[in-house]
């Protein structure tokens, strides 16, 4: 894949790795609308691009870097930073919230999904998609429940 654009759209809570200390997975939407996700990414180099103190900083900015697609992943989504030290590593720009979240809505709602039923069956083989926007044609339930100040939302699917 080599060097490639991707606007950051998610970034997961850090998780401790014998191999590399402290890791996050990031996903983000490649200027094609696909999805990719880039694993491991440290959390010490992304310590190093807050700003503001927060992971969240870190989100809706457009970066480039070269990736190589991760051999030990059947999910084609998944790629690794070619260089683990990030030294190619380029923060292009963040796209801001402006205008109702506009422009980031232009570039992450280019391919939603509808039907489950669909986006479930493109998740097995031969495709094996695993990231994807879906969008509920309705929400049947929606409860949060807190624990130690962290909160967990769950829709519900009702058949």
């Known amino acids: 894949m080599a060097r490639t654009k991707v606007l950051i759209t998610v970034v997961t809570y850090p998780l401790p790795s014998r191999s590399y200390d402290e ?5 983000g939407i490649l200027e094609s609308g696909e999805w990719i996700r880039i694993y491991p990414v440290p959390l010490s180099f992304l310590k190093g691009q807050r ?6 900083s870190f989100k809706y900015n ?7 697609k991760r051999s030990d992943d059947f999910r084609p989504e998944s790629h690794s930073p070619q260089n683990y030290d990030f030294r190619d590593f380029k923060q292009i720009t963040k796209i ?17 999904y509808t039907n489950l039923t669909n986006l479930i069956e493109l998740s097995k083989s031969p495709s094996n ?3 994807a926007s879906f969008k509920p044609n309705k929400i049947l339930g929606f409860d949060i429940e807190t624990e130690n100040e962290s909160y967990f939302i769950y829709f519900s699917r009702r058949e």
């Not at 890791?23 to 996903?27: N, P, Q, R």
């Open 23 to 27: 890791l996050v997975c990031t996903a």
């Open 51 to 56: 700003k503001d103190g927060k992971l969240e």
């Open 62 to 68: 457009w970066i480039e870097l070269d990736l190589v």
């Open 96 to 112: 801001e919230t402006t205008g109702n979240w506009r422009e980031r809505k232009n570039q992450c709602l280019n391919n939603v």
């Open 129 to 131: 998609v695993s990231l």
